[in-house]
């Protein structure tokens, strides 16, 4: 089935600095990727939606400049978290919608960042 | 807009009890419908899920039927395990377009 790897699972921080996150597509051609945040006992809430080649389309409220989306190719997708401070400490999650195939949504397993 | 509506939890349950979770969607047309699940400190996992109306989906016990007249597709389980404690989320969605979540269901089944 298809899989979706998703890039460190934890990581800890330091405030000001920068953290990158990567989400593979495995075993499918991932034409469009999803970013999730999720809050501690909440749904989850789309940051962004990422195209093959083309800029992420954001959700509004969500900084652009803060969460920068990259889809570089059919099987990656990097979110890069710039300037971390303690309150975007949270658990983010990928999703890759697959084509040529109905493989619907594919999550990967997250990425617990918390910023001290 | 589209948009689901999910029991509030958490529910807590003993082994072997009879689990439903409802949940409800607000569409326009007939989107595709998903039940995922998510284990402490992990993604989510599809669990079961239905592309028309009166399909049935089924899995590791778990079944859902699309209902298109009551615009509906609760989760049921006949016997649950402990190891079915978990976050139990269903979503909405057409063609390749963001997925709709409720808002979640935490179970927790105890022995």
């Known amino acids: 089935g298809a899989v979706v790897s998703q890039h460190p699972s934890r990581v800890i921080c330091k405030s000001g600095t920068s953290v990158k996150i990567e989400c593979r597509s495995l075993?499918?051609?991932?034409?469009?990727m999803f970013w999730y945040r999720q809050f501690p006992k909440k749904s989850l809430m789309l940051m962004a939606t990422?195209?093959?080649?083309?800029?992420?389309?954001?959700e509004q409220g969500v900084e652009k400049d803060k969460f920068l989306i990259n889809h570089a190719s059919l099987t990656l997708s990097t979110l890069t978290v710039t300037s971390a401070h303690p309150e975007d400490s949270s658990f983010y999650i990928c999703?890759?919608?697959?084509?040529?195939?109905?493989?619907?949504?594919?999550f990967g397993s997250g990425t617990r960042l918390t910023v001290v | 807009g589209n948009s689901v509506t999910q029991m509030e939890g958490p529910v807590t349950l003993s082994e072997e009890a009879f689990l439903t979770i409802n949940c409800t969607y607000t569409?326009?047309?007939?989107?595709?419908l998903f039940w995922y699940v998510q284990y402490p400190g992990e993604g989510l996992q599809l669990l079961l899920k239905a592309t028309k109306a009166d399909d049935k989906g089924s899995n590791k016990g778990f079944e859902a039927t699309y209902r298109k007249e009551t615009t509906s597709f609760h989760l049921e389980k006949g016997s649950v395990q402990v190891s079915d404690s978990a976050v139990y989320f269903c979503a909405l969605h057409f063609g390749n377009e963001k997925l709709t979540f409720g808002t979640g269901t935490r179970l927790t089944i105890i022995p």
């Open positions: 075993d499918f051609q991932a034409t469009t």
């Open positions: 990422s195209n093959e080649g083309s800029k992420a389309t954001y």
């Open positions: 999703s890759a919608w697959g084509q040529g195939r109905v493989y619907g949504y594919t």
């Open positions: 569409a326009t047309g007939y989107p595709s």
